[in-house]
């Protein structure tokens, strides 16, 4: 039984610090997350985000004022869910040239070092044996235990933030193993079964070349929530999301051991980078791997590692780019034109071009299947 949440609001280290929210894993939400998502109360990480990014949202903070998107299920099997936002295609920041996957952080080309005070929500701030409690007057935690929670500035749905280390670190958009955990903690935390995080890296449409999640709220199921799996590795958590246009490994947790399963992930994507294959990363709630799909409940939660072909340059499909969303199903599309004759069937063909060929699929599984027994 989860006990009565102790935070009574967000805290300041000091007059003029972010706000910090301080959690620890009995803050995690691990019963009750299903769908429909007005069955679920809001969670106080939910109350702060969603009440942060509203304020924002009223002082004009965006680059455009976000209101309920047009919404298609489109026909099929798959339940593709495509929103039309033709002002995020018009007016976000464009893309930064790279020409690897592993390029280093350029302190000359935009980063979150040069973001607003006002865009800061708050710290999300990870209570440890050795910290304790943050009261007034001490100090912020070390990087290492909490990140800042921003606003997107170009969103793409509700309540679209970005998740950053601390931007002094200079770190480039390469995934880490302390910024995963929260992201794998941000969804245990939210009570809303929409509430999705995710990671683009260079070469998978990640826009900016310094470290960040995203994360966001889609009211809509996707079928990657519930879809079948076949196990790999069921020692590390390991299976195989198949039935699906974008085929990828898949790794669940009910909120258990997040510190090596972070860890599992990462390998994987460090063996990624090395490999110079670009990749994509899709947390959110989600149905046990071998479990019955029927269900609304989402227990546990889904991370997706989709292995790809790189995109370097301003290259741009008409109806969508190929990223996180759009691999999980979730296809913002950027014109009216678009969205109305977009199919199921055209909505694959764009997602498969991105894919790795059957082989080079294969023998990638295979590979990390060892890598991971080691």
């Known amino acids: 039984e989860r006990r009565p949440h102790r935070l009574t609001g967000l805290k300041r280290a000091n007059p003029s610090a972010a706000e910090l929210f301080v959690y620890n894993e009995r803050d995690f939400v691990l019963h009750g997350v299903q769908w429909p998502a007005?069955?679920?109360?809001?969670?106080?990480?939910?109350?702060?985000?969603?009440?942060?990014?509203?304020?924002?949202?009223?002082?004009?903070?965006?680059?455009?004022?976000?209101?309920?998107?047009?919404?298609r299920i489109l026909p099929g099997a798959l339940g593709f869910v495509a929103q039309l936002n033709i002002q995020r295609g018009l007016e976000r920041r464009p893309p930064q040239q790279v020409q690897s996957v592993q390029q280093s952080f350029d302190p000359n080309q935009f980063n979150f070092s040069k973001i607003q005070p006002e865009e800061?929500?708050?710290?999300m701030a990870r209570e440890t044996a050795s910290s304790g409690p943050c009261r007034e007057g001490t100090p912020?935690?070390?990087?290492?235990?909490?990140?800042?929670?921003?606003?997107?500035?170009?969103?793409?749905?509700?309540?679209?933030?970005?998740?950053?280390?601390?931007?002094?670190?200079?770190?480039?958009?390469?995934?880490?193993?302390?910024?995963?955990?929260?992201?794998?903690?941000?969804?245990?935390?939210?009570?809303?079964?929409?509430?999705?995080?995710?990671?683009?890296?260079?070469g998978a449409f990640a826009s900016v070349n310094h470290l960040h999640l995203h994360g966001f709220y889609l009211n809509w199921k996707l079928l990657v929530e519930s879809v079948p799996c076949k196990p790999l590795l069921p020692k590390a958590n390991l299976y195989l999301l198949q039935e699906f246009p974008a085929p990828g490994f898949l790794f669940y947790s009910e909120?258990?051991?997040?510190?090596?399963?972070?860890?599992?992930?990462?390998?994987?994507?460090?063996?990624?980078?090395?490999?110079?294959?670009?990749?994509?990363?899709?947390?959110?709630?989600?149905?046990?791997?071998?479990?019955?799909?029927?269900?609304?409940?989402?227990?546990?939660?889904?991370?997706?590692?989709?292995?790809?072909?790189?995109?370097?340059?301003?290259?741009e499909y008409s109806?969508?780019?190929?990223?996180?969303?759009?691999?999980?199903?979730?296809?913002?599309?950027?014109?009216?034109?678009?969205?109305?004759?977009?199919?199921?069937?055209?909505?694959?063909?764009?997602?498969?071009?991105?894919?790795?060929?059957?082989?080079?699929?294969?023998?990638?599984?295979?590979?990390?299947?060892a890598l991971l027994k080691e």
């Open 255 to 315: 909120g258990q051991k997040l510190e090596k399963l972070t860890h599992h992930i990462c390998k994987v994507t460090n063996y990624l980078l090395k490999k110079e294959i670009a990749h994509n990363l899709f947390v959110t709630r989600g149905a046990t791997p071998e479990g019955p799909i029927h269900s609304g409940a989402r227990p546990g939660i889904r991370i997706i590692v989709w292995a790809r072909k790189a995109c370097f340059g301003m290259k």
């Open 140 to 202: 912020l935690l070390s990087e290492a235990a909490s990140v800042l929670v921003v606003i997107n500035v170009s969103p793409l749905e509700f309540g679209h933030i970005l998740l950053l280390p601390d931007p002094a670190l200079s770190l480039p958009q390469m995934l880490t193993p302390e910024l995963l955990g929260f992201g794998l903690e941000a969804t245990l935390l939210s009570a809303h079964p929409g509430f999705r995080v995710g990671f683009n890296s260079l």
């Open 38 to 71: 007005d069955c679920c109360p809001l969670s106080p990480f939910d109350s702060i985000l969603q009440s942060g990014w509203k304020d924002r949202l009223k002082q004009g903070l965006f680059r455009y004022r976000l209101g309920e998107l047009q919404t």
């Open 319 to 369: 109806a969508f780019n190929v990223a996180l969303c759009e691999l999980a199903g979730h296809l913002p599309v950027k014109t009216a034109h678009d969205f109305e004759t977009l199919t199921e069937t055209l909505a694959i063909n764009t997602i498969q071009k991105c894919l790795l060929s059957d082989s080079q699929f294969a023998q990638l599984q295979s590979e990390l299947v």
């Open 120 to 123: 800061v929500l708050f710290h």
